[in-house]
Antibody, heavy 119, light 108 residues
Framework: QVQLQESGPGLVKPSETLSLTCNVS??????????WDWIRQSPGKGLEWIGS???????YYSTSLRGRLALSVDPSRNHFSLRLHAVTAADTAIYFC???????????WGLGLMVTVSS | DIQMTQSPPSVSASVGDTVTITCRAT??????LAWYQHRAGEPPKLLIY???NLIGGVPTRFSGSGSGTEFTLTINNLQPEDFGTYYC??????????FGGGTRVDIK
């Protein structure tokens, strides 16, 4: 069974950089048939797709975060990562990592990690 | 960007009832639509892809229909384990991949 698990800090100060990692089990981030994505859910709101990375390193970013968001993939550790710069309170959310098929469906998700931006 | 509107925002139903959730897209997306179930403390779960294809292991009381701009998720014979929030997602060829606002299903 494919499993994804987010890890990282639960609290980040405003203006700092949020770094999260998604560890993947029973699947390879070197897959030619899947992308690796990040989705977040702000308090009281719905799901917001924020970015995607392919094993080649090719990325897609949400226009709302472009310029602050950087995704990377590490096949040697079978994980992928997110770095979000200059965070504000608006970045407070549950961050999910997910695997996306070539047909753009998210077939496996992590449990999610709550990240609060506060001083 | 394509926007997705779900209705109703919430529904309370009894075991055995039929629940219908609607999702509308601002542009035609053919059948590029998925439905997810999200229960607290669990990862979101893909139920249906390409509008009407049930993921293996998902009970057949779940069904999806529609194409173009209007889609429906139907839960027949509602069971206690079906509580949670349901989201649609447009899976068009280009990002961003937008989710509907969600429909919370409560069991009476």
């Amino acid at each position: 069974q494919v499993q994804l698990q987010e890890s990282g800090p639960g609290l980040v100060k405003p203006s700092e950089t949020l770094s999260l990692t998604c560890n993947v089990s029973d699947a390879s981030v070197n897959s030619h048939t899947h992308y690796w994505d990040w989705i977040r859910q702000s308090p009281g709101k719905g799901l917001e797709w924020i970015g995607s990375i392919y094993y080649t390193g090719h990325t897609y970013y949400s226009t709302s975060l472009r310029g602050r968001l950087a995704l990377s993939v590490d096949p040697s550790r079978n994980h992928f990562s997110l770095r979000l710069h200059a965070v504000t309170a608006a970045d407070t959310a549950i961050y999910f990592c997910a695997r996306r098929t070539l047909d753009n469906f998210f077939d496996y998700w992590g449990l999610g990690l709550m990240v609060t931006v506060s001083s | 960007d394509i926007q997705m509107t779900q209705s109703p925002p919430s529904v309370s139903a009894s075991v055995g009832d039929t629940v219908t959730i609607t999702c509308r897209a601002t542009q035609a997306i053919n059948r590029w639509l998925a439905w997810y179930q999200h229960r607290a403390g669990e990862p979101p779960k893909l139920l249906i892809y390409a509008a009407s294809n049930l993921i293996g292991g998902v009970p057949t009381r779940f069904s999806g229909s529609g194409s173009g701009t209007e889609f429906t998720l139907t839960i027949n014979n509602l069971q206690p384990e079906d509580f949670g929030t349901y989201y649609c997602q447009q899976a068009n060829s280009l990002p961003p991949w937008i989710f509907g606002g969600g429909t919370r299903v409560d069991i009476k």
